[in-house]
């Protein structure tokens, strides 16, 4: 008599064999992903820096988020976003895009979003203020700032897999 189907042994053959390709795959892809947003990061921060090497060459060595370029003040999220995403004039006062007389910008087209927590909010440093410890952040600003020093870091907390914090990329 001819057999049709399979044993319980063969099925659980299988299953096994499958489980074992599951431990291994699982890890592999999970670990690509993490990998990814590190590239990514770094890359932002990156494009970050330049701009702000950028800004500050043409603005009267003033980096970018002092109010209407008063290097004097504390420094706001809103104006170094707006100094990056907007046209401005030598000074760093702002305008909207192609507005004649402010010649400098747009450096990009918006603040990249930090790929770890998925934010866009920049926490700026005053100018006599201690640059915050890792171990100090939140997690809710994407960007740490103190353009007195010209530093940006990551505002997450972790280390990626070769035990450097996030925040010394």
């Not at 990998?35 to 500050?56: D, I, N, P």
């Not at 010649?103 to 920049?122: E, H, V």
Request: charged share 20%; with cysteine; glycine share 10%.
């Amino acid at each position: 008599m001819k057999r049709k189907g399979f044993t319980l042994v063969e099925i659980l053959i299988v299953v096994v064999l499958l489980g074992v390709l599951a431990a291994v795959v699982i890890p592999a892809v999970a670990k690509s992903g993490t990998a990814a947003k590190q590239s990514a990061m770094a890359e932002q921060l990156s494009m970050l820096r330049r701009f702000m090497l950028v800004y500050k060459s043409q603005h009267l060595e003033v980096a970018p988020g002092y109010l209407n370029g008063d290097a004097g003040a504390d420094p706001t999220d809103e104006a170094f976003r707006n100094q990056a995403t907007l046209s401005s004039n030598s000074s760093g006062v702002t305008a909207p895009r192609g507005t004649r007389g402010f010649s400098y910008g747009p450096y990009l087209s918006r603040i990249p979003t930090n790929p770890f927590n998925d934010s866009d909010a920049i926490q700026m440093i005053g100018n006599d203020d201690p640059f915050p410890d890792a171990d100090e952040l939140d997690g809710k600003s994407g960007w740490v700032c103190k353009p007195a020093t010209g530093e940006i870091h990551p505002g997450n907390k972790g280390e990626d897999d070769g035990g450097i914090p996030y925040y010394d990329y």
